[in-house]
């Protein structure tokens, strides 16, 4: 109780100091996004469907933003190729969403079997397309209102922050004697990370692995001795609770970041490689024993094969390496194969029967596959191929402009901006291939905002490049003399 009143304060303070300050406000409705899921947070007040402290806060900066764009003389100047790409992503979505509404007799059917009570109409509207899109907003303002370098620095350490506090969270809630044993540690991460933070422990590990490397592409921004090493022991946090959520995905997720992180800008961390390894198989044995799970001496074992772990939902059988994914797969391309072009809508693992089907195979409790545990076959399920080509042009200009920062070396900005949205996104992408969604959610809000700072730092670079006066003065000087000092003499940007 004592928790839910300070956060409550700290909302109605945030709250009312959006109409002074609206950044700095969404700036930590950002930060608040750490413990907005925890399952003590009420999920609705008064009784009342949607009335939580997230969406009053949030629906208090809304109107301040708004109202304060033409004082600011805000112009909203994200590129039109990404503009059209963000619509046409709704317009994905809609459709979608659309198209399962117009059938969902396979939904009433799978939830008739699992004893489950459908939901109305409405409802279905508000988890698919409100609820979806939401997410975003934040992220579409924080862009639109980082017009100058003290703004990025501030929105970046919120974001930050935010992961940060999650990392802690993880940690607190798992505490460091799980470290010991791989099995151990998987029991109580699907016992107590949904409970203790309120974010699933898969979706958890994709989030700290990319947090990792965005924390260490900071530090380039930072010239203090002891604030950098502090990002570095903050960076190796987010390790350790990487390592605490027991995601193998995560841990995969995590390498595959290091070796692209290395490779492009910090080769000499490989020579690292050897020493990393060496601790982690004394230090982090639970991580070396979740690596190897499934990788067993006989494997026409039944005992040695199967396990039960629990998925989203509850105790399904996993087999070896894959957890059953090497099952579910298979029926989902199939199901792919019979309408390739533009897929079956919205939840179509569940509305079409591929659920039930995965069900019949594996027993009773497989019928808790109620995704693909692939973001892209569960996309191109859903939308098809025309829709899966938005989503990855889409995502492909971001990771090819994070990346084109990343690598600039002439400022210090570029580098830590591109750094970021890399890190997160790339650590979405890749750990798609296991679990997550391209379907916006609580766990994708940071990297949303991650992208729109990206955005608009590609910009800015832009405008300096165009100005001509890369020798005569540096980025960060060119973008403080152009911003925009108070707020009623700020011109505005073609």
Known sequence: MLRITALSIIVMFLAL??????????????????????????????????L??????????LPAWISNRKIERLHWDLPKNI???????????????????S?????????????????????????????????????????????????????ARSVLLMYFLLALLIIRAMGLSDLDSGDELQRKALKVLSSNVGYHRVILAAMMAGTFWALYSYREMVRNAFARFALFGASAITFVSTALTGGRMGYVTWGALALIFCILRWRRLLLLAPVLVLGIVFFLPSVVDRMLFGFVENPDDPSTTQQYADYEDGQIRTLDVTSGRTLVWPLVIDKIKEGPVFGFGRDAMRNKGVSLHMATIV????????????????????NGVVGFSVVLLFYFLVVKYSLSLFLDSRSTTFIAAGGISAALVLGLLIASMGSQTFYPREGAVGMWCSIMLMFRIYLERAKWLGAGLIEEKSFDLFWDSNSQPTKRQRPAIS
């Open 17 to 50: 100091y959006a109409w002074k300050d609206w950044f700095k406000s969404l700036c930590g409705l950002i930060v608040l996004m750490a413990v907005f899921e925890h399952p003590d947070m009420p999920k609705q007040l008064l009784g009342v469907p949607g």
């Open 52 to 61: 939580n402290l997230w969406n009053i806060l949030f629906f208090s900066i």
């Open 83 to 101: 503009n059209w790409l963000l619509l046409l992503y709704l317009v994905v979505i809609l459709i979608g969403f659309v198209r399962f509404i």
């Open 103 to 155: 059938d969902t007799s396979g939904l009433a059917e799978y939830s008739s079997i699992r004893n489950l009570t459908p939901r109305s109409n409405p409802g279905y509207f508000f988890d698919y397309v409100i609820n979806c899109v939401k997410w975003v907003i934040p992220a579409l303002m924080l862009f639109d209102g980082c017009r100058s370098r003290a703004r990025f620095n501030f929105a």
């Open 363 to 382: 027993g009773s409790k497989g019928d808790v596959f109620s995704h693909p545990h692939n973001a892209y076959l569960q996309w191109i399920l859903d």
